[in-house]
């Protein structure tokens, strides 16, 4: 079955970095394009960043490019999340997501919190 397992998540001040990962399994990963997301409280699950099977191509949230970068390591099944230049409006459960087989797959989420 389908597993995205996401991790790196935590409090950060503001202006700082965190690298968030999702390590995922159940389905040829490299064969498939990716996707972070992030809800904050209240308010409506967004995509953050998005990637191609192969990493050729990215697309990113208008209010978080230039500080966001996504990856992926085909060789490791992993998906990642460089965010930089972190601001409190970037708090948020971020999680990894895929359309396999016309289904959604979520994973369980890591909390980004950025606060001083």
């Known amino acids: 079955q389908v597993q995205l397992v996401e991790s790196g998540g935590g409090l950060v001040q503001p202006g700082g970095s965190l690298r968030l990962s999702c390590v995922a399994s159940?389905?040829?990963?490299?064969?498939?394009?990716m996707n972070w997301y992030r809800q904050a409280p209240g308010k409506e699950r967004d995509l953050v960043a998005a990637?191609?099977?192969?990493?050729?191509?990215?697309n990113y949230a208008s209010s978080v490019k230039g500080r966001f970068t996504i990856s992926r390591d085909n060789a490791k099944n992993t998906l990642y999340l460089q965010m930089n230049s972190l601001k409190p409006e970037d708090t948020a459960m971020y999680y990894c997501?895929?359309?396999?087989?016309?289904?959604?797959?979520w994973g369980q989420g890591t909390q980004v919190t950025v606060s001083s």
């Open positions: 997501q895929v359309l396999y087989r016309r289904i959604r797959y």
């Open positions: 990637i191609t099977s192969a990493g050729t191509y990215t």
């Open positions: 159940g389905f040829t990963f490299s064969t498939y394009g």
